[in-house]
């Protein structure tokens, strides 16, 4: 079966710090990958999705990068990070298929200080 | 692009009350439907789900038909319980965008005893 593992679990970061998390996905080839963002107080956010290996698409302009140096590993990075980076963090994978559900890891909780 | 636009929350329901969770989108495609929800503390999962129009999605009570009409995704379940509260996302998947998933904004929703 597949999973998703994503890590760390919390983070506590100074401003200006980089930042680096990691999803791995086991059990499937070629996953769409994503990024998102769940602010408090506020819904969803697609940050970046990828199609396949160093494929980066990038839904809004931001501090942050993303990259996917293998097929199943999917990477979010900052050089310096903002007090505004602070939120939940959601890295996801789903077939390339429209009518599958998108599987989610149990997040990251950053906290920028 | 696309986008999907529910009701802002929070909603909060006496125990046994019916509920409606608005949900309306914009695709260029013919997207497949989802509804996820989040419980506390917890990643997200998903709910239901439909693929076309006129398809109902149905799980634990709760049921969403796809109106392509309307281009509406509304949530109901029609006797609530106190462990229903959590947060809901209306969420699309499109073949026309990269087959990214797009994510509501959420709706709180809190079920009283």
């Known amino acids: 079966s597949q999973t998703i593992h994503q890590w760390p679990a919390t983070l506590v970061q100074p401003v200006g710090s980089p930042l680096s998390l990691e999803c791995t996905v086991e059990?499937?080839?070629?996953?769409?990958l994503y990024w998102y963002r769940q602010a408090a107080g506020r819904g969803l956010q697609l940050l970046f999705y990828?199609?396949?290996?160093?494929?980066i698409s990038s839904e809004v302009p931001q501090n942050l990068s993303a990259s996917r140096p293998q097929d199943r590993q999917f990477i979010l990075s900052s050089k310096k990070l903002l007090l505004s980076d602070s939120g939940f963090y959601l890295c996801?994978?789903?077939?390339?298929?429209?009518?599958?559900?998108?599987?989610f890891g149990q997040g990251t909780r950053l906290t920028v200080v | 692009g696309d986008s999907v636009t529910q009701m802002e929350g929070p909603v909060t329901l006496s125990e046994e009350a019916f509920l409606t969770i608005n949900c309306t989108y914009t695709?260029?495609?013919?997207?497949?439907l989802f509804w996820y929800v989040q419980y506390p503390g917890e990643g997200l999962q998903l709910l239901l789900k439909?693929?076309?129009?006129?398809d109902k999605g149905s799980n634990k009570g709760f049921e969403a038909t796809y109106r392509k009409e309307t281009t509406s995704f509304h949530l109901e379940k029609g006797s609530v319980q106190v462990s229903d509260s959590a947060v809901y996302f209306c969420?699309?998947?499109?073949?026309?965008?990269?087959?990214?998933?797009?994510f509501g904004a959420g709706t709180r929703l809190f079920v009283k005893a």
């Open positions: 996801a994978w789903s077939t390339a298929v429209t009518d599958t559900e998108a599987f």
């Open positions: 969420a699309l998947s499109d073949n026309t965008g990269g087959f990214k998933t797009i």
């Open positions: 695709a260029t495609g013919y997207p497949s």
């Open positions: 990828s199609v396949g290996i160093g494929q």
């Open positions: 059990g499937t080839s070629n996953p769409n």
């Open positions: 439909a693929t076309k129009a006129d």
